[in-house]
C-alpha cells in the first residue's frame, strides 16, 4: 500500500490527506489544532497533535512517520514563535529521520525571488531576494538539503481554491500601487496534482516553481475577481510596484499539465 505522512494538515494538508485517502492512499498527518485532529480522523487518516514551538512535541511519532515518505507543509506564520522558522524544520526533519523517514517533499515558497521594477522572468536559477521572509524560507530548505539525500522542493505561487478566493484579498480598497505587476498564483488542486505527479515520479535533488503559466496584471485582475464575488472592485493609482513573473516551465518539462493554467479562468474566479 501507497504511504505518506504530512507535516502540517492545514487549508493544503487536508485537501491533499483527503485526495490521496480517496486513492487508497495510507495517510499519516499532525496538527495542534484539535478541530483539525478531528476532521482528519473522520476522513480516516491516522492523526497525532505535533508542535514545535521550542522542541519537538508528538505524543505519537510511530503513528505521524508511519511511511518513508514526508510531506512538509508547516509555514512560518504571523505569530512570534520561541525558535526561529528554520530550527522549527530542524526539530521535524530530525524526529523523521530518527523514525526511518528518508523521502521529502519541502513546500516553499516563490518569495525566495528577487523583485524588480522591470517585472523579471524568474525560474528555479534566478537570483534570489535578501529581505527577511525570503531568507527565512531559503534557511529552511538549506536545512532539509542538509537532513535528507532525498528531498524535492515546491515553490507554489500565491494560493488560491477552495474558500481562498482572490477576490477578497484587495476589495474596496483604492489608489493601490502596482497595477502593471504582474498575477503569480496557482490553485490548490494544481499543487495537489504536482505533488502526486512528485511522489509517483521522484525527481530527487529537484525545485519546482509552481505558478499558473498564463497571467496578467493586478490592474486587470483583481477588479475582475472582486466583482466576481459582487464585492467592490479595488482601483489603482499610477504609482510603480517591484514585481516578478513566476517561470513554472521547468515543472512542464517533467511531465506536468496544469489542470488551471489561466489566472482569469481558474475556479473559484471563472465559478
Not at 83 to 89: L, S, T
Not at 123 to 128: D, I
Not at 243 to 254: E, H, Q
Request: aromatic fraction near 8%; proline fraction near 6%.
Amino acid at each position: 500500500m501507497k504511504q505518506l505522512s504530512i507535516a502540517g494538515c492545514g487549508w493544503l494538508g487536508l485537501a491533499l490527506a483527503q485526495h490521496l485517502t480517496a486513492k487508497s492512499w495510507q495517510i499519516s498527518g499532525c496538527s495542534r489544532n484539535l478541530e483539525t485532529l478531528t476532521t482528519l480522523k473522520q476522513h480516516g487518516i491516522a492523526a497525532t497533535y505535533m508542535d514545535l514551538d521550542g522542541e519537538f512535541r508528538c505524543p505519537e511519532p510511530s503513528t505521524l512517520f508511519a511511511s518513508e515518505w514526508l510531506f512538509i507543509n508547516v509555514p512560518p506564520g504571523r505569530h512570534q514563535q520561541d525558535n526561529a522558522y528554520a530550527d522549527r524544520v530542524a526539530l521535524l526533519a530530525q524526529a523523521a529521520k530518527s523514525h526511518g523517514v528518508n523521502k521529502v517533499i519541502f513546500v516553499s515558497s516563490t518569495a525566495v525571488y528577487q523583485d524588480g521594477a522591470d517585472y523579471p522572468n524568474v525560474n528555479e536559477q534566478s537570483a534570489l531576494a535578501s529581505d527577511v521572509r525570503a531568507a527565512t524560507m531559503l534557511e529552511a530548505e538549506a536545512v532539509i538539503k542538509q537532513h535528507f539525500e532525498q528531498w524535492m522542493i515546491l515553490r507554489p505561487a500565491g494560493l488560491v481554491g477552495g474558500e481562498r478566493h482572490p477576490g477578497r484579498f484587495l476589495a474596496g480598497k483604492v489608489g493601490l500601487a502596482g497595477a502593471g505587476a504582474p498575477i503569480n498564483l496557482v490553485h490548490r488542486d494544481d499543487v495537489i496534482a504536482a505533488v502526486e505527479m512528485l511522489l509517483e515520479q521522484p525527481q530527487w535533488g529537484e525545485i519546482f516553481n509552481l505558478s499558473a503559466p498564463k497571467t496578467c496584471n493586478r490592474g486587470e485582475f483583481y477588479p475582475q475577481a472582486a466583482q466576481a464575488l459582487g464585492l467592490t472592485a479595488p482601483s489603482f493609482s499610477d504609482e510603480l510596484q517591484n514585481g516578478k513573473k513566476v517561470d513554472s516551465s521547468k515543472i512542464c518539462r517533467a511531465g506536468f499539465e496544469f489542470c488551471y493554467p489561466n489566472v482569469m479562468t481558474m475556479p473559484p474566479l471563472a465559478n
